[in-house]
């Protein structure tokens, strides 16, 4: 029987066959993560890993166009200095990154379309990655004044190398899923219309193993991750600064307003 999703507003979930499926269900805005469903998608894997049914999580999005696009900018604060953003306590993005780090099944990403900033942060904490060829993945932090430190800079070094990390992040370039394959993002880019079919592959395949193996193996792997923590801990506390900076308002003032922003006023001038 499937999982009742009804306590959710952002996210469904359902589980079916030993499958627990965490889908962002926001299509109208690319899927962006507001804090409603970053608490959700906390619930949803905390719940989907206490269930003795379940031996696979796969998260993924609603639509065609994208797995997530990122943060909701439109709860940024605006340039009249009035906040409309609601500042993730820490314990939230804490909460977030140990649900997925905590969870002791195997969770795989299926992407399809934009997998960016805060999306791609989501991708980075999930196990596995399988990747429709319509999958654009990257990081937009210095593009709208913000930056990925729940996660993002933290795991990006461990996945590609320090020096692709840092292209990534500071260039916010966007890459296909066969770049995100070469480089570590994803596991594998298959054409969309297979993408489901490849994801029940791999989950039939995982659901036949020893789920103490897996448990243990995921426990061991994550130990480089685990040494990092300090540093998730203060992305947290330094993104509560950030967010109310004026880069940060600006920039997510010219991606609302879809212009370029302004963020050294008084450049062109000099130059």
């Known amino acids: 029987m499937p999982a009742d999703d009804s306590t959710f507003e952002d996210l469904l979930f359902d589980v079916t066959a030993g499958v627990a499926t965490i889908t962002i269900n926001r299509p109208e805005r690319r899927n962006a993560l507001r804090l409603a469903g970053i608490t959700e998608m906390c619930e949803a894997l905390e719940r989907a890993n206490l269930d ?21 900018l439109q709860q940024v604060p605006g340039p009249d200095g009035e906040s409309t953003l609601e500042l993730p306590p820490p314990e939230l993005g804490l909460r977030w990154v140990s649900a997925f780090r905590n969870c002791t099944k195997p969770v795989i990403a299926k992407v399809r379309g934009y997998c960016i900033g805060m999306g791609n942060e989501l991708n980075l904490l999930c196990d596995l990655t399988l990747a429709g060829e319509s999958a654009r993945f990257g990081q937009a932090g210095p593009r709208v004044g913000s930056v990925p430190v729940i996660g993002g800079t933290q795991l ?7 020096k692709r990390a840092k292209e990534i992040m500071f260039l916010c370039r966007q890459y296909s899923g066969r770049d995100a394959v070469e480089m570590g993002l994803a596991n594998v880019v298959v054409p969309d219309e297979d ?8 989950c039939d395949e995982l659901l036949e193993l020893s789920p103490q193996s897996l448990r243990i193996a995921k426990l061991s792997l994550s130990y480089a991750f685990d040494q990092a923590w300090p ?21 997510a003032a010219a991606f609302l ?11 062109e001038a000099r130059t």
């Open 52 to 72: 003795d049914s379940v031996g696979v999580v796969v998260v993924t999005g609603a639509g065609e166009t994208a797995f997530c696009a990122g943060g909701d």
């Open 156 to 162: 990006l070094p461990l996945v590609c190398g320090l």
């Open 195 to 202: 993408l489901d079919d490849e994801v029940k592959r791999w």
């Open 231 to 251: 540093a998730v801990l203060h992305g947290m506390e330094l993104s509560r600064w950030f967010l109310r900076q004026g880069d940060m308002v600006e920039g």
């Open 257 to 267: 307003e879809k212009r370029k922003p302004d963020f050294r006023p008084g450049l």
